[in-house]
Antibody, heavy 120, light 107 residues
């Protein structure tokens, strides 16, 4: 079954770290770029980060640059997001998403998301 | 800095009628533009990519057009399941950007 399943969300205090994971199945994970996208409660979609199919290239939104790190393990078909120095405005539902093709593209597969709440 | 602007913010249309949603980029994104549909409590779903190509399994009533800075998503005859929020997204430049969304509601 072709799917992405996120995990690792929860409540965390400001300034603390949290690590999200995304497990991929049903497709050749190592062929595609992978993204994290977030959605604050009641708000729109915000792209967070991307990692190339081989892990060599990474790009981040300005809002998370220097605090978040995206990584992948193609041997385990997993995508991670290490989030440090969390702030209240990082509170959101975090989705992982797959590129539609082996080059950077639209997102044709999304997980159901994992909720991150940053609050003291 | 690139900005994606969708209009209108809310669109009220009757079932069976046509809906036209707009997305404008502040600079050219070529044809690297996608449209997504999001229903309450669900993840977004890809409808259109490369400005005008329907994603797998998307009904023909959904069509996309445009290039450069101005794009349109048209739903030719609205079905009850089409009432949702629609987002455009550019993937021409980093950072990738979504528009703020258009809420399509039943009139």
């Amino acid at each position: 079954q072709v799917q992405l399943v996120e995990s690792g969300g929860g409540g965390v205090q400001p300034g603390r770290p949290l690590r999200l994971s995304c497990a991929a199945s049903g497709f050749t994970f190592s062929r595609y770029g992978m993204h994290w996208v977030r959605q604050a409660p009641g708000k729109g979609l915000e792209w967070v980060a991307v990692i190339s199919y081989n892990g060599r290239h990474k790009y981040y939104a300005d809002s998370v640059k220097g605090r978040f790190t995206i990584s992948r393990d193609n041997s385990k078909n997993t995508l991670d997001l290490q989030m440090n120095s969390l702030r209240a405005d990082d509170t959101a539902l975090y989705y992982c998403a797959k590129d539609n093709s082996p080059v950077y593209d639209a997102f044709d597969l999304w997980g159901q998301g994992t909720m991150v709440t940053v609050s003291s | 800095e690139l900005v994606m602007t969708q209009s209108p913010a809310t669109l009220s249309v009757s079932p069976g009628e046509r809906a036209t949603l707009s997305c404008r980029a502040s600079q050219s994104v070529s044809s690297n533009l996608a449209w997504y549909q999001q229903k309450p409590g669900q993840a977004p779903k890809l409808l259109i990519y490369d400005a005008s190509t329907r994603a797998t399994g998307i009904p023909a009533r959904f069509s996309g057009s445009g290039s450069g800075t101005d794009f349109t998503l048209t739903i030719s005859s609205l079905q009850s399941e089409d009432f949702a929020v629609y987002y455009c997204q550019q993937y021409h430049n980093w950072p990738l950007l979504f528009g703020q969304g258009t809420r399509l509601e039943i009139k």
